[in-house]
């Protein structure tokens, strides 16, 4: 399990998949996630926009990933 520390009160999805590497760029992101490939706290996820704040976690393509 990877970690992310926040720098912020919250970070996007979006931006939270791409800082760790899961993709290489806003364009991918947007695609495994509208296309039901990523999940937060168990359930899928389609909005890129969505807010994850401590605590979450996201699992995409085996890799699980917890938000501190």
């Given at each position: 399990?990877?970690?992310?520390?926040?720098?912020?009160?919250?970070?996007?999805?979006?931006?939270?998949?791409?800082?760790?590497?899961?993709?290489?760029?806003?364009?991918?992101?947007?695609?495994?996630?509208?296309?039901?490939?990523?999940?937060?706290?168990?359930?899928?996820?389609?909005?890129?926009?969505?807010?994850?704040?401590?605590?979450?976690?996201?699992?995409?393509d085996?890799n699980?990933?917890?938000?501190?």
């Amino acid at each position: 399990m990877e970690t992310l520390k926040l720098r912020e009160d919250y970070i996007k999805l979006g931006q939270a998949i791409k800082a760790v590497g899961y993709v290489e760029n806003g364009v991918e992101a947007k695609f495994v996630i509208q296309d039901g490939y990523v999940k937060v706290n168990g359930e899928v996820e389609f909005q890129r926009g969505k807010k994850l704040v401590a605590g979450d976690i996201v699992e995409f393509d085996g890799n699980v990933l917890k938000i501190e």
